[in-house]
């Protein structure tokens, strides 16, 4: 990840809903939800709720696939991952315990699979 995709990532993430919309859908892996369900779990109209996955989705931190009538909203663990991958890149200047607490947490967090 370059410096330009992570700004883009963390914009997404500066709205109140996008980021309790990618909240959900990380409680929801590996299922995920429609993007109607999303709406009603955060008490946002449809329309409203559309633009937001649209961003997530634009930056990287969801991904979607039609389901019969549905359309059904993923978080990308790999996304997070990488995000915060290029957070701690740099962090231990030579002094890798400051960052192991960091690298252990992701290590152990979940098995993430790449996302298509």
């Not at 109140?16 to 009603?40: C, D, S, Y």
């Not at 931190?61 to 359309?71: A, K, P, T």
């Amino acid at each position: 990840m370059d410096i330009d995709n992570a700004i883009e990532s963390f914009a997404a993430l500066s709205q109140k809903t996008r980021l309790k919309t990618l909240q959900l859908l990380v409680r929801n892996e590996p299922e995920g939800l429609p993007a109607g369900e999303i709406a009603r779990h955060l008490s946002v109209p449809h329309n409203t709720m559309s633009s937001h996955l649209a961003v997530l989705t634009r930056a990287g931190w969801i991904s979607s696939q039609r389901q019969s009538r549905s359309i059904i909203y993923r978080a990308n663990l790999n996304h997070m991952k990488k995000t915060l991958d290029f957070l701690i890149r740099d962090c231990c200047a030579d002094h890798p315990t400051v960052c192991e607490p960091f690298t252990t947490a992701l290590d152990n967090c979940c098995d993430v699979k790449e996302q298509e």
